[in-house]
């Protein structure tokens, strides 16, 4: 089955800095890879999801890119902002089954 | 539009015990997934309920077993509960379509097993 691993695991940066957060999988037939940012006592909030026929998506500060040869896609959080804090995790499916495999996480922190 | 919702938020069993965790979808999702999400790890799939049938499961046991009701409501069971089932249970539904795209969590309900 799939296998995702999420680097780092720790992510501390300067307000107003760029957070790159990167994620590795395993199977090269996973076609949807969405970020989710969670918040103490929340579930996971969907941020931004690519699909695997698009190389790259954006929408306002935050972008994902995907590498399908390398089997890899990057989260980019530019402009941060403290409320940008939280932890995030990446995620890729394959198309045939429904066990989405989530990376171990990232906690980003945004010091004013 | 109501979010997806989920009751208890907080459970404490013991070992041995049956519990059961509910889920009520996003209004106008007809498909709801169950995760156990560990302490420090990401959501971990258990099983994705899509107009009443399980419809896809995960790498855990019988004993965790669901259903979806005609209103797209949904139920987590799991018997003979074990240490390692001390986690937070996370729900998310989705609209009519029986994939993972654009999933709407739950906060989760916190089940401690002593």
């Known amino acids: 089955g799939e296998n995702v691993e999420q680097h780092p695991s720790t992510l501390s940066v300067q307000e107003g800095d760029s957070a790159v957060i990167k994620c590795t999988y395993s199977?090269?037939?996973?076609?949807?890879f969405p970020w989710y940012k969670q918040e103490l006592g929340k579930g996971p909030q969907l941020i931004i999801d690519i699909r695997s026929n698009v190389g790259e998506k954006k929408d306002q500060r935050i972008a994902v890119t995907l590498n399908k040869t390398a089997k890899h896609f990057s989260l980019h959080i530019t402009e941060t902002q403290p409320e940008d804090s939280a932890v995030y995790f990446c995620a890729a499916t394959p198309p045939y089954n429904n066990d989405m495999r989530f990376g171990a996480g990232t906690r980003l922190t945004v010091k004013p | 539009e109501t979010g997806v919702t989920q009751s208890p938020t907080h459970l404490i069993k013991t070992r041995g015990q049956q519990v059961t965790l509910r889920c009520s979808s996003q209004?106008?999702?007809?498909?709801v997934s169950w995760y156990q999400q560990a302490l420090g790890q990401g959501p971990q799939f258990i099983f994705q309920y899509y107009r009443e049938e399980e419809n896809g499961r995960g790498n855990f046991p019988p004993r965790f077993s669901g259903l979806q009701f005609p209103n797209y409501s949904s139920e987590l069971n799991v018997n003979a509960l074990e240490l390692d089932d001390s986690a937070l249970y996370l729900c998310a539904s989705s609209v009519d379509r029986a994939t993972n795209e654009k999933l709407f969590f739950g906060s989760g309900t916190q089940l401690s097993v002593l």
């Open positions: 209004s106008g999702h007809n498909t």
């Open positions: 199977d090269s037939a996973s076609n949807y």
